[in-house]
């Protein structure tokens, strides 16, 4: 688990406003350097190569990255809303941290600065003849780079917020947090012990209300080691809590002041990360979820769109074979051990997957075969860990079958189906 410095860091780079600023930066440095760098550049070189025109380019890449940044913003505001309407909102969020479409709008934004900051230091006369030709170099390089950001770009746009993209970049988190969770089961704390029950511990409530983003695990594994105590956590990242809802129960193995305990509590409470939303980074079944919401909204009488819920299937299955694949061998052992975590069960995942696919599909025969033959592949791939799960959401889309389903036809080749698979 990564500490929470080191998380709010990624958070923030994942954020638009970071590369643009960065290209920007880089930039107004560009334009300026070639003044640094003009006493390297003979005096005759201007002359030789042309330099007197930098002038006009630079006058066109500024008017035209106006422009191309003034219609990507609006296409991807398009996308976004496009992507919100026929597949989720909640996969907007990855739509939003795209690299590719971070890095173009990064460098047409970059590249309109560089060309103004150059017309204005050119208007000054600061760069003089030798400063003209280091501008004329660095400016065809700007030119090449944003030929290729525009190629880039266009191919990008052709694919930006449609369906399957973005069931893919859904799917794509989705499997990351899956093999994280399943490396490290506990985030790198020991296993919850089951029965816990202590009458001298001390429970600690949420101040906050929102949802579980981020555990800080080495944080808590100082402050154990600080104030000699063990902490067992309640929540996992995922969870809802409001004011009052237990986070952490404390084991102290000596006693602690008044004053301690109320910078240890402090402390703890700062090691979680309490947000408006969940995230997919350590919420794996947030991701799940996710591409369970994006099937039922396909089954929607307003889309109806039975080939979409059934690709969802499939992609289930594949999250759910990472699940199952990890080895104890191939788990990480845990690093901080006085601090305990519940670790998750296959369980969750299957009924925020199949639950509702199955409820709002449950009319539909081609749903139902679907359903069926996903359980019965991840029943065959890992028998010892989903045998049992499969066979309980099998017989609930059955029973659900039996009564959304109108024809007795259908009613019977999901029976024979099953059956079949049983074998």
Known sequence: ???????????????????????????????????????????????????????????????????????????????????????????????????????????????????LVGIIALSTGAYGSQGRVVLFAVTLVVVILIVYTLLRWIDHLSRLGRVGETIDRVEAATLKAVRDRAERPCLGACAYPAGLARADTQVIGSQAIGYVQHIDVQALEGLADTYCLQIFLEVVPGDFVHEGTAVAQLAFQEPASAQQTDRLIEALLASLTIGLRRTFEHDPRFGVSVLSEIASRALSPAVNDPGTAIDVITRGVRVFAALGKPAAATQAPPACTRVYLRCLQASDYFEDFFSPIARDGASLIEINLRLVKAL????????????????QHIELICARAEVAMTLAHDKQRLRECVARLAK
């Open 1 to 115: 688990m990564v500490a929470r410095w080191q998380w709010l860091l990624t958070q923030s780079t994942k954020r638009l406003w970071f590369r643009a600023s960065l290209f920007s930066l880089l930039g107004v440095v560009t334009a300026l350097m070639a003044m640094i760098l003009k006493d390297y550049v003979p005096i005759t070189l201007s002359a030789k190569i042309g330099a007197d025109a930098v002038d006009k380019i630079l006058g066109i890449i500024a008017s035209s990255m106006l422009a191309v940044t003034t219609f990507s913003l609006s296409t991807m505001v398009a996308a976004y809303s496009a992507a919100s309407s026929s597949v989720t909102p909640r996969a907007t969020t990855l739509l939003m941290e795209d690299s590719t479409t971070q890095n173009a709008l990064a460098t047409f934004i970059g590249s309109f600065l560089f060309s």
């Open 376 to 391: 019965a592949s991840l029943r065959q791939m890992q028998p010892g860990c989903f045998k049992a799960l499969c066979d």
